[in-house]
């Protein structure tokens, strides 16, 4: 057990490698409730979304539609990454990191004081997360009858509610499965049905190397408060159109866009060796930038790692381990995604 954002956390539940090969071959679970869930109401609701988020709240018009962004500061720091769902008009519910929930809750405060609308946390909920190949067949065993309904009917970045629960196709993983909120109090039944249909326990040791594995950025490791989604591989999820929605941060984006600013790459370590984050990388003999997340790959059984790196020019940089300069390839990222590799591994 470790702490993690003031919560006890489990690294895992007897073998790490075991638990990611078991979410990538067949079903894991995560108990994920230090998430912090926040339901906005009111006339205001989306109004003020499109203000706190770089991403525009505005394309979701299906319920239960889920939209991936980041909430930045006004000179376009990244102060959280996040996931929001469109439930009804005036309706939406946010899910948002546990080691950021306070600064996230104060931030959003203070924007909406000029707005119509409510923000609730839903300190009474749990949150498991079921992840795999056969994570959702596994979850429909378990679910109460509501709310496995609801989870059979979902589209991929879909959430939907069942009475007091929640379930959403989402995850933080490279596979499919469900993420499940509801009552706190309700929550180690579930568990214990789970694990009756198959699902493995996995812990934050898992759940690291598989989103490395996926691509999938850490708050606080690939981006934070300093850095933009431009500089964190999260261009994506800037929504540019219509240039008149003044999110905060824009003005600080617009100028850096289209410069030749720092990117986030995919490392893969040539030789035998670990990657961590920190370490420092080299492009033709000149310091290019760091190591932002960096670990081994169960899946690719390599070194694997992210990276913020500044002229790159080509696939070829080296990485200082121990003093050493060892030879690495620039990748674009995922690694890995449902299962199967997405770069080439060449042999050591």
Same mark, same amino acid.
């Given at each position: 057990?470790?702490?993690?954002g003031g919560?006890?956390m489990?690294?895992?539940?007897?073998?790490q490698?075991?638990e990611h090969?078991?979410v990538r071959?067949?079903a894991g679970?995560?108990?994920v409730?230090?998430?912090?869930?926040?339901?906005?109401?009111g006339?205001?609701?989306?109004?003020?979304l499109r203000?706190?988020?770089a991403?525009d709240v505005?394309?979701l018009?299906?319920p239960?539609?889920?939209?991936y962004?980041?909430?930045l500061n006004?000179h376009?720091?990244?102060?959280?990454?996040?996931?929001v769902y469109f439930?009804t008009?005036?309706?939406?519910?946010?899910?948002?990191n546990?080691?950021?929930r306070d600064?996230?809750r104060?931030?959003?405060?203070?924007q909406a004081?000029?707005?119509?609308?409510?923000?609730r946390e839903r300190?009474?909920?749990?949150?498991?997360a079921?992840?795999?190949p056969q994570a959702?067949?596994r979850?429909?065993?378990?679910?109460?009858?509501?709310?496995a309904?609801?989870?059979?009917a979902?589209?991929?970045?879909?959430?939907?509610? #069942?009475?007091?629960?929640?379930?959403? *196709?989402?995850g933080?993983? +490279?596979? !499919?499965g469900?993420? %499940?909120?509801?009552?706190?109090?309700?929550?180690?039944?579930?568990?214990?049905?789970?694990?009756?249909?198959g699902?493995?326990?996995?812990?934050l040791?898992a759940r690291d190397?598989?989103?490395?594995?996926a691509?999938?950025?850490l708050?606080g490791?690939?981006m934070?408060?300093s850095?933009?989604?431009?500089?964190?591989?999260?261009a994506?999820t800037v929504a540019?159109d219509p240039?008149?929605?003044?999110?905060?941060?824009?003005?600080?984006?617009e100028?850096?866009r289209?410069?030749?600013?720092?990117?986030l790459?995919?490392?893969?370590?040539?030789?035998?060796g670990?990657?961590?984050?920190h370490?420092?990388?080299?492009v033709?003999?000149?310091a290019a930038?760091?190591?932002?997340s960096g670990?081994?790959?169960?899946?690719? #059984?390599r070194?694997?790692?992210?990276a *913020?790196?500044?002229?790159? +020019?080509? !696939?070829?940089?080296? %990485?200082e381990?121990?003093?050493?300069?060892?030879p690495?390839?620039?990748?674009k990222?995922?690694?890995?995604?449902?299962g199967?590799?997405?770069?080439t591994?060449?042999?050591?």
């Open positions: 057990m470790v702490d993690f919560w006890d489990p690294l895992h539940y007897g073998s490698i075991e090969h078991r071959r067949d679970m995560f108990d409730s230090h998430m912090a869930v926040l339901d906005f109401e006339a205001g609701a989306q109004a003020l203000r706190l988020l991403n505005a394309r018009r299906e239960g539609k889920a939209l962004s980041c909430m006004a376009g720091g990244v102060i959280d990454d996040l996931i439930l008009d005036g309706r939406f519910r946010m899910i948002v546990a080691a950021t600064k996230d104060a931030w959003i405060e203070r004081e000029d707005f119509d609308v409510r923000v300190a009474d909920t749990a949150m498991i079921v992840q795999g959702r067949e979850a429909l065993q378990a679910l109460p009858p509501p709310a309904r609801a989870a059979e979902l589209a991929s970045f879909h959430g939907a509610p #069942a009475g007091d629960w929640f379930v959403a *196709r989402t933080y993983t +490279g596979e !499919d469900l993420e %499940v909120i509801l009552p706190a109090g309700e929550a180690p039944a579930f568990w214990d049905a789970l694990r009756a249909a699902v493995a326990p996995c812990g040791g190397t598989l989103r490395l594995e691509g999938l950025n708050y490791a690939d934070d408060e850095t933009t989604p431009l500089e964190s591989g999260l994506w540019w240039p008149e929605r003044a999110f905060i941060g824009r003005e600080t984006l100028a850096q289209g410069t030749d600013h720092a990117r790459v995919g490392l893969v370590l040539k030789e035998k670990v990657l961590r984050n370490q420092k990388v080299r033709g003999g000149v930038g760091e190591i932002t670990g081994y790959s169960p899946t690719l #059984a070194a694997i790692a992210l *913020r790196l500044s002229g790159v +020019g080509g !696939d070829s940089c080296r %990485v381990i121990r003093g050493k300069l060892v690495a390839r620039t990748v990222p995922p690694f890995v995604r449902h199967k590799p997405c770069v591994i060449d042999p050591i």
